[in-house]
C-alpha cells in the first residue's frame, strides 16, 4: 500500500474550476495506475476517473468526462484531477486511490486511499 495526501478542494462557485493533487509516498509510484473517487454525503464512493501507470491511457466516469482531466507526474509522485466548469451536484469529498495493476481494469482496482478533500460547489 501507499501513503496518499490530497489538496486543492474548496468552495467554488458553479461553472468554475478547482485543481485536485494528491502526494504518495511509495516509491514504485510510477509503476501503479492512480484513481480519482468521491462520495457525497449520504451516497456511496463513486469512481470518477483513472490513470495508468505512465499516463497514455486515463478514464472517466460519464458525469465527467469533457469537464475533468486527471493527470500524474511521475516525477513528484503525483496525481491531479483538473475540475472544469464545476456543477453542484459535483459536491462531494474527493478521495485518491492507488491500484495494485500498472493498468485500469475496473473500481476494485484500487487498495490505497487518502484521507479526502472535500468539493463544494454552490449554486
Known amino acids: 500500500q501507499v501513503q496518499l495526501v490530497e489538496s486543492g478542494g474548496g468552495l467554488v462557485q458553479t461553472g468554475g474550476s478547482l485543481r485536485l493533487s494528491c502526494a504518495a509516498s511509495?516509491?514504485?509510484?510510477?509503476?501503479?495506475?492512480m484513481g480519482w473517487f468521491r462520495q457525497a454525503p449520504g451516497k456511496e464512493r463513486k469512481f470518477v476517473a483513472a490513470i495508468v501507470w505512465n499516463g497514455v491511457r486515463t478514464y472517466y466516469a460519464d458525469s465527467v468526462k469533457g469537464r475533468f482531466t486527471i493527470s500524474r507526474d511521475n516525477a513528484k509522485n503525483t496525481v491531479y484531477l483538473q475540475m472544469s466548469s464545476l456543477k453542484p451536484e459535483d459536491t462531494a469529498v474527493y478521495y485518491c486511490?492507488?491500484?495494485?495493476?500498472?493498468?485500469?481494469?475496473?473500481?476494485?482496482?484500487?487498495?490505497?486511499w487518502g484521507q479526502g478533500t472535500q468539493v463544494t460547489v454552490s449554486s
Open positions: 486511490a492507488g491500484s495494485v495493476y500498472e493498468n485500469y481494469y475496473g473500481a476494485s482496482d484500487f487498495d490505497s
Open positions: 511509495r516509491r514504485s509510484f510510477s509503476s501503479y495506475a
